[in-house]
């Protein structure tokens, strides 16, 4: 009954291969995030969108592309991975107020 | 340029003890103060937050210290327990995004 889902929970893959990470929410939220989490490094953020119709670049959106299919589901994809994208990955979601709601979070490994 | 400073970057607390953790900040535009906290294997989650209207906020034992003028805020846990044990993060934000800070490894001794 998690209120943010995201699946894959673990995947390795290869250089050069397209992976796609989903994001669903249950909150009824407008507002979606992805980040991606690197030991040290904190929690950078990659895209988000503030509504189906809404999407802006984070801090580190090179390599990464995302859609936001419906207010419930934003995905994040990798069109050709590389291993230093082996991260972390969380979504998140918000709605009028700033708390952010994340998910249980996504562990990549690029080959 | 590193936004958001935080340190130190690892803790360790006796039990009962307080932990205090601060972050500082360059961007004037930042119009919330939050502190969010992470357990192995789970995502953030808020622990407590403040706007720049106030200078202190607590919250059981959680407490933010606020400064305005030197862009720093502080996060203190008063009789630490090993159940906080936890990587904490400063999320300063503004324009609804956040911008996090590296991270404090706190470790409770027992």
């Known amino acids: 009954d998690a209120d943010v889902t995201q699946t894959p929970r673990n995947r390795i893959t290869k250089t050069g291969k397209r992976i796609m990470l989903e994001c669903s929410q249950t909150k009824g939220h407008d507002r979606m995030y992805w980040y991606r989490q690197d030991p040290g490094l904190g929690l950078r953020l990659i895209y988000y969108s503030f509504d189906v119709k809404d999407i802006n670049k984070g801090e580190i959106s090179d390599g990464y592309s995302v859609s936001r299919q419906a207010q419930a589901k934003f995905s994040l994809s990798l069109e050709s991975a590389i291993p230093n994208q082996t991260a972390l990955y969380f979504c998140?979601?918000?709605?009028?107020?700033?708390?952010?709601?994340f998910g249980p979070g996504t562990r990549l490994t690029v080959l | 340029q590193q936004q958001v400073k935080q340190s130190p970057q690892s803790l360790i607390v006796q039990k009962g003890g307080i932990s205090i953790i601060n972050c500082a900040y360059e961007?004037?535009?930042?119009?919330?103060f939050p502190w969010y906290q992470q357990f192995p294997g789970k995502g953030p989650a808020l622990l407590i937050a403040i706007r720049p209207d106030v200078s202190e906020k607590k919250e059981g034992r959680f407490t933010i210290s606020f400064n305005k003028s030197a862009k720093q805020f502080s996060l203190h846990i008063m009789d630490s327990q090993p159940g906080d044990s936890a990587t904490y993060f400063c999320?300063?934000?503004?324009?609804?995004?956040?911008?996090f800070g590296k991270g404090t490894m706190l470790l409770v001794s027992p």
């Open positions: 961007n004037t535009a930042f119009d919330y």
């Open positions: 999320a300063p934000s503004g324009y609804s995004t956040l911008t």
């Open positions: 998140a979601t918000s709605g009028w107020g700033l708390e952010q709601f």
